[in-house]
């Protein structure tokens, strides 16, 4: 077995060893509108914010497919703790984008929390030795814990065109509001942060759209193979991760839940006879099943390009937009239907089961996520059309 592959294991198996615990903190992390310590200490101990670090700053060096592992066993211990955890790991693996000056400070420990705002609603302003920030960003996930945020900003240039730019500045250069008040994945503490007036210095403002194609020069690593992913493949891919995470959970709480569980005003004195019952936990398990075999595609089509040292085409970009939309919608649906025969006992707070089912339901609401926008991306390339998004 090799150095990474005894990494991997090692991480994962941690993680796995971590569930229990992860779960159980759940209520506190969504009383407390954001993750507990202990969570981000266990997962800190077991190599968790490593992984996406090149092996030249001392990370682990992960691939795609070992950190996806990692971030569905995260999930499946805590919602909130794996949408935080798949944020800060993939933004994480897009300072590998920067120039090296970036990357050297940004990787200066060899492990790492990045968080990010992706929406441009900032803007930068031209200043010696690099730019002026100004803006808000809102559901900055992680930003309560994180050493460094990637925030979205609009560059007017003088003859009125507009550029979109990603802005890199440490986390104690912001102001966080306390403003995260949801009734799903309360625990990420996805509050807004505000810059005023920031120095940034140039090497830390990488183009947009050169970050998107991977064409980013200026660094050491620009035109290796096996880690220059498709930058938006690879955040829906660790996204994803997340969802068929907490569908497994919810699988696994609903089916310990049933021995000996009767249905109320019912002749049933124990649920798993039910045909209903039956039927409802062989369509969940086979939907989450697809759902993770379809992460598993595309984790295994981005690969192949790194290794290639290609990007993906833009019929594979709308397939991966498709895939994962798709897998998102699968494990929703499982869990909704499993849902519709937890009985009212699963709705009491203490009960896990209830809050993997709103995280999964209120995340698959997320922009670049839900599942009807990557199905449609998908469907107009099947059918010969422009993409019609920016996003792919």
Known sequence: MTTAQTSSTAVLEAVTDAVPT???????????????????????????FAMAVPARFGGLDLPLADQVAVLQETARGCGSTGWTVATWVSTTWMITLYPDQAQQEVFARGSVRVSGGFTPSGTLTPTEGGYLLNGSWRFNTGCRAADWD????????PDGTVELFYALVPLQDLDIADDWHVSAAAGTGSSTTTATDVFVPAHRVADGEAATEGTLGDRWNAGATGRNYGLIGFVL???????TGMAQAAYELFVE???????????????????????TVATAENKITAARALTTQVVELLQRRADAGEQPTVEERATVHGRCGYAIQLAREAVEALHHLSGASALARGAHFQRFHRDLAGLSLHGMMTPPTNLEVHGRVLLGLDPNTPVL
């Open 237 to 243: 891919a660790e996204g994803t991760a997340v969802y």
């Open 257 to 279: 839940r049933l021995p000996g569980k009767p249905i109320s005003y019912t002749n049933w004195e124990d649920q798993s006879g039910h045909p209903l019952t039956q039927i």
């Open 22 to 48: 992860l779960r159980d903190n759940g209520r506190e992390a969504e009383d407390r509108r954001w993750l507990p310590d202990a969570n981000i200490e266990l997962l800190d101990k077991a190599g968790v």
């Open 150 to 157: 990637m925030l979205a900003a609009l560059l007017e240039h």
